[in-house]
């Protein structure tokens, strides 16, 4: 997971769209690696402004969390 602009951009190079906003939305494009926004209390601006990522993201994080922390 690439978490927060300046990271999607070093690790996205060209792909990295235009905004934030942008490049999460389009987070499935991404295959294996997703997008996401920091998560921190200054950014629930952004979280309620963009209810769609926990709405879309949120279950398959869920999901994931087992192969993301190294489970067998």
Do not use: C
């Amino acid at each position: 997971m690439w978490v927060g602009h300046h990271a999607q951009s070093d690790h996205l190079g060209e792909s990295v769209l235009e905004t934030l906003t942008e490049t999460v939305r389009q987070w499935a494009d991404y295959g294996a690696f997703w997008p996401l926004p920091h998560l921190l209390g200054r950014n629930n601006h952004w979280l309620r402004r963009n209810p769609w990522l926990k709405a879309e993201m949120t279950p398959r994080l869920k999901g994931r969390a087992p192969q993301i922390a190294g489970a067998p």
